[in-house]
């Protein structure tokens, strides 16, 4: 599985981005696809994404303002990203896990900057 991860950029504070991240290969041995982030000097942290069992689950810091979809016929997943704050900053990651051969999909990432 590749992951390809665009739609990053430079944005003023209030407003709105969408990420798309599209898998090619073995899609159909994907259990669980999301987005992570990560700002400068901190942690990788789970931001949204669609679990194993079908269920979209968002980390406190996004809910209400960011918004996960899938198209499976593309095989593309989306974040969108709206009322942007300065602590959104980082780049942006697509994660898809295999868990029958304990596989973690990783994409390129996009930077994502929001400015005041």
């Known amino acids: 599985v590749q992951l390809q991860a665009s739609g990053g950029g430079l944005v003023q504070t209030g407003g709105s981005l969408r990420l798309s991240c599209a898998a090619t290969g073995n899609t159909g041995s994907i259990h669980a696809i999301g987005w992570y982030r990560q700002a400068p000097g901190k942690p990788r942290e789970y931001v949204a994404g669609v679990n194993s069992g079908g269920s979209i689950n968002y980390a406190d810091s996004v809910k209400g303002r960011f918004t996960f979809s899938r198209d499976n016929a593309k095989s593309t997943v989306y974040l969108q990203m709206n009322s942007l704050k300065t602590e959104d900053t980082a780049v942006y990651y697509c994660?898809?896990?295999?868990?029958?051969?304990?596989?973690?999909?990783w994409g390129q990432g996009t930077q994502v900057t929001v400015s005041s």
């Open positions: 994660n898809a896990i295999d868990y029958k051969l304990g596989e973690d999909y």
